[in-house]
């Protein structure tokens, strides 16, 4: 692309135009993917992050806010928003460990088995801050796949995708 093209494509996508927003979209994304995945090692939690972002950016209308370069704005804007969530799943799974210790363990009153609840707890730590987020919403607090996904800021399908990765995972562990 020249430095025409680019200057039009900043152009275009300032004033809002959709067509320049695709193609942005497709021009930035893999790079943006690659720069997200680097610093989540996670890449469903890249995609969720660019796809986010570029949501964002259209529905809030900041691409009213680039100035001088795409290229950078973009780039600076995912690695605050994948910082910015790494810094919120640590913080979380922070309080989930000191939650799930501070926890008081029911007895069973068949005291041949080994209680289960200290067990599935351990489990359930052991899942990534997103997926345990999903399954917490959509299994424990009973919400809608459409609230718990916009409660985490991401698509119902990035929600399906999170919590049949948890449940699979808890299934495979439970059944050991």
């Not at 809002?16 to 890449?43: M, S």
């Not at 950016?57 to 780039?75: A, C, D, E, M, T």
């Not at 599935?120 to 796949?145: C, G, M, S, T, W």
Request: hydrophobic fraction near 40%.
């Amino acid at each position: 692309m020249t430095d025409q093209e680019h200057l039009q494509l900043l152009i275009d996508f300032r004033a809002g135009h959709e067509a320049a927003f695709e193609q942005v979209f497709k021009l930035y994304y893999k790079p943006l993917r690659l720069q997200a995945f680097l610093l989540l090692k996670n890449e469903q939690e890249a995609d969720d992050q660019i796809q986010q972002l570029f949501l964002d950016i259209w529905n809030k209308q900041l691409y009213r806010n680039v100035q001088q370069s795409l290229k950078f704005y973009l780039h600076t804007a995912i690695r605050n928003r994948c910082l910015n969530y790494l810094t919120r799943t640590c913080h979380e799974n922070k309080m989930r460990n000191e939650y799930a210790a501070n926890l008081d363990v029911i007895p069973l009153e068949d005291d041949k088995e080994p209680p289960l609840q200290p067990y599935l707890l351990a489990v359930l730590n052991e899942l990534p801050a997103q997926r345990f987020r999903a399954f917490n919403l959509v299994h424990i607090e009973d919400k809608k796949y459409h609230e718990a996904a916009k409660e985490m800021g991401i698509s119902i399908n990035s929600l399906k995708s999170h919590l049949k990765l948890a449940v699979k995972f808890l299934r495979m562990r439970l059944e050991r």
